[in-house]
């Protein structure tokens, strides 16, 4: 069954460094998403992603955050500047916009900040 | 505003017994509906989805759902819960093809 590839599963980073979190979608999705979960806490959108551009974005997706899709294969999110407070649980998913069978998620990549 | 409500943060039950979680939402249309489950530390993992049809929809792991137009509900049961049922459970919904995620229910299986 296709899968949505999350890379790294665990980054730890220093304050104030720049992150990049990577997900390869499954390969016939057009529409990608981007999910935050703080430790214990509930499932919470940060962007969604269409045709090469931010189709809707949450109020946690500030200006320190990006999204990119920089081949045919990768979908990125970039955090410049990290905080204390972006150590999270983030979810990529993908779903395919002719037939909306749903979203496939992700096993995630789990963010440190120290 | 359009939000997706889990009523109950946690729920502990006995192993064997009866399970009913709760998922109400608010939207103008009947949005798609799904029902996630989390181990702890792991990713999201989806046990059944309501697209249209038959509103009692049959999931993974002995789960199903009961879709109810008239309550704005969709509540997630189990006949006979298992040790290792205990986890997070999320309902979510899908409306012009954006999820969004109720807070979760904690579930605890006593032995």
């Known amino acids: 069954e296709p899968e949505v590839t999350q890379t790294p599963s665990h980054q730890v980073t220093q304050m104030g460094q720049e992150v990049i979190l990577r997900c390869v979608p499954i390969?016939?999705?057009?529409?990608f998403y981007w999910y935050r979960q703080i430790l214990g806490q509930k499932v919470e959108f940060l962007v969604s992603?269409?045709?090469?551009?931010?189709?809707?974005k949450s109020e946690i997706f500030d200006d320190q955050f990006s999204v990119e899709r920089p081949d045919g294969s990768n979908f990125t999110l970039k955090i410049r500047s990290t905080k204390l407070e972006d150590s999270a649980m983030y979810f990529c998913?993908?779903?395919?916009?002719?037939?909306?069978?749903?979203?496939?998620f992700g096993s995630g990549t789990r963010l440190t900040v120290v | 505003a359009q939000s997706v409500t889990q009523p109950d943060i946690h729920i502990t039950v006995s192993e064997g017994a009866s399970l009913e979680l709760r998922c109400n939402y608010s939207?103008?249309?009947?949005?798609?509906l799904f029902w996630y489950v989390q181990s702890p530390g792991q990713g999201l993992q989806l046990l059944l989805k309501?697209?249209?049809?038959?509103?009692l929809v049959q999931g993974i792991k002995g789960f199903e759902a009961e879709f109810k137009r008239s309550q704005s509900s969709f509540n997630l049961r189990k006949p006979s819960v298992h040790w290792s049922d205990a986890a997070e459970y999320f309902c979510?919904?899908?409306?012009?093809?954006?999820?969004?995620f109720g807070a979760g229910t904690r579930l605890t299986v006593k032995p």
């Open positions: 309501y697209f249209s049809g038959d509103t």
């Open positions: 998913a993908s779903s395919e916009p002719a037939e909306f069978y749903g979203y496939t």
């Open positions: 992603f269409y045709n090469n551009e931010i189709s809707e």
């Open positions: 390969s016939n999705h057009l529409y």
């Open positions: 979510a919904v899908v409306y012009n093809n954006d999820m969004r």
């Open positions: 939207y103008g249309a009947t949005p798609y």
